[in-house]
Each structure stands twice: as C-alpha cells, then as structure tokens.
C-alpha cells in the first residue's frame, strides 16, 4: 500500500507538506543522554527511567502509579494547533487513518484507542482531516478514568475500561502497551483491520523499568518496559503483516536511547 497516495486525496495540500514536515521534527528538543545538567532537561523536571529486575517489582515501588486520582483527566474535544509543536508520531498516524479509511471505502471507521485518556489522538485527527473523514472512536482507559468521565452521550466517542469484542477498522497503541503488565492480551485482543503502534521502546530483550515524571505538576511514577522487538512481532506477525515503519526513537535518560518506530500492521488476507 502506498501510505503517501492514501493520504493526498484526503486532505488539502498545505496539511499534507505540514505532516510531511512533522515527520522529520521532534516537536521541541529532547532531552539526551550525556546532557548531565538540571537545565538540559525540560523544565528542570525529575525525569528518570531506572532498569527493574521485573515489572512487579516496579509496579511496588510505582504505587498508584496511572491509578492515582489526581491524573485523571476530562475528555478533550477541542480543535488542535497542529502548528504548534505537534509530535512526530502525528504524522504516520494520519497517514495510518487515511489507509484504513481507503479500506473501508470511505464509510465511517471504527477505532479502538487503546490508553487514549482525554482523546487528545482523537482530536489531533479531528483537526487534520476535518470532515473528510468520519470514525468512531472507543476509548480504552483504566476503570478510574472511565468512571470519571462518565457518559459522554454521544454516538460517535466513548469510553470503555476493556476493548471488548467488537470489530474495528483500526486499533491505536501509543505509547500504551509498555505500561502494561500483560500487554500481550490487549493487542491479541483486538479484533481490528489495522494496528497503529506508536511510542513503544523496543529492544533485543524486555527490560522492565521504574519511570519517574511530573504530570500537571504532579510527581508520579509508572511501572514500564522495554519491550522485546522478537516478542511484539510474534504476538502480530500470524494474523497481520507489517506495511509500514517509521523510525523514531524514544529518549530513556539513564537507560539510553531506544528505537520505538510507529508501526502500520494490515490483517492478513490467507
């Protein structure tokens, strides 16, 4: 599948050169390893990845981790100034929505966000394609998070706390399945056309992690992982095939810097 021929049609030509240029820009600059200073880091904030012998053992010292109350957040359902710092992995999503809107012949698709919280993904892609698209989007978030939102009453966006067995056109993990203790469930889970992984580390081996971060001024922790390259591809390789793979890379302070490409896999035909 040619992603650049799926995209043009869809969208007017000053978005397109403006994901074309997201593509090759990381939004702002990173923090690397080497930089050893206080101000090298983004706000002078207490960023850490510390290796773990195991995820259990970094979900203990985590404690509430993506559970804590305060992190919870209201659904986002407001345009996005795409101009402004957009992260990189934007760009191969809209190219993955614009493929599985191809597939599916223009009708409205349906999409699973896996770890989606407010929906911002959601809202990003609102932006870009305006109504030249139409999706349905379920949103899957800790049980805590669903609660707190509640009943959108709406027929397009919703929040569920498991994926559940419905069919989808396509299913998004960014940065998501590296926070789960079995996140082989989930992507197996998944009854979807098209798998979109994005921000995921990926490694030769699985190096569970203590990840330590201010959210809205708030010092939390989470339990993580390296996610071994070897294992993702097992998990997907019987029932989709890869078509598409954008390098990015993920910057893990003490741990070092790690590929974690967006990922566009298509359900397998035979």
């Known amino acids: 599948m ?12 000053i978005l397109y050169e403006a994901a074309s240029r997201l593509k090759n820009s990381s939004g702002g600059t990173a923090w690397r390893p080497g930089d050893t200073s206080d101000s090298a880091r983004p706000n002078n904030l207490p960023l850490s990845y510390k290796p773990r012998e195991s995820f259990a053992l970094a979900a203990r010292e985590a404690g509430a981790g993506y559970n804590d109350q305060r992190l919870r957040n209201s659904f986002h359902d407001s345009p996005v100034d795409l101009g402004q710092g957009v992260p990189a992995f934007t760009a191969p999503l809209f190219a993955s929505v614009a493929a599985a809107s191809m ?30 698209i139409k999706s349905d989007w379920t949103i899957v978030e800790t049980a805590d998070q669903v609660n707190f939102v509640g009943d959108l009453g709406r027929d397009d ?8 067995a419905g069919h989808y056109d396509l299913a998004i993990f960014s940065s998501s399945l590296q926070y789960v203790e079995d996140w ?11 798998i979109y992984i994005a921000r995921t580390p990926l490694g030769d081996h699985e190096q569970p992690f203590l990840q330590s ?7 939390v ?4 992982r390296i996610v071994a390259r070897k294992d993702l591809f097992a998990v997907l390789e019987p029932t989709h095939q890869l078509v ?27």
């Open 2 to 13: 040619n992603l650049k021929s799926a995209i043009r049609p869809l969208v007017p030509p």
């Open 103 to 132: 597939r599916a012949q223009g009708a409205v698709i349906k999409i699973v966000d896996f770890g989606g919280a407010s929906g911002y993904l959601r809202s990003c892609v609102n932006t870009f394609f305006g109504d030249r």
């Open 157 to 164: 966006v919703r929040y569920s706390a498991t994926i559940g």
């Open 184 to 194: 082989k469930t989930p992507l197996r889970s998944a009854d979807a056309d098209m």
């Open 213 to 219: 971060t201010l959210r809205d001024g708030i010092a």
């Open 221 to 224: 922790q989470y339990p993580g």
């Open 244 to 270: 598409s793979l954008w390098e990015l890379d993920a910057h893990l302070f003490e741990m070092g810097v790690h590929a974690a490409p967006a990922m566009l896999w298509e359900r397998r035909t035979s």
